[in-house]
């Protein structure tokens, strides 16, 4: 959704839709990687978290948000490495 995002013409109640989902999923991510004790991605994904949140919005223009969707998807690439790592069992 984010890549499609950075297409101009969409309208806007795709935006609204992609704040709803990029809010609960990052929420969720925030989440997982507190039980993985990974505080770091705890505050990136709370940050980003906020960022896209459908209630109190933040009101940026087309420009910025592209820049944001485009930083978005890399840490959501970076993540996917990151926090898929599982522990050695003992």
């Not at 087309?62 to 840490?75: A, E, H, P, V």
Request: charged share 15%; proline share 4%; aromatic share 18%.
């Amino acid at each position: 959704m984010l890549i499609w995002a950075l297409y101009p013409d969409n309208p806007y109640g795709y935006y609204i839709l992609l704040r709803w989902i990029c809010c609960g999923i990052f929420a969720y991510l925030a989440v997982q990687a507190q039980k993985e004790e990974k505080e770091n991605w705890v505050w990136t994904f709370g940050i980003i978290a906020v960022i896209y949140n459908p209630i109190f919005r933040i009101h940026l223009n087309r420009d910025l948000w592209s820049i944001i969707n485009i930083i978005t998807i890399g840490i959501a690439v970076a993540s996917f490495f990151v926090l898929n790592k599982r522990k050695p069992q003992t």
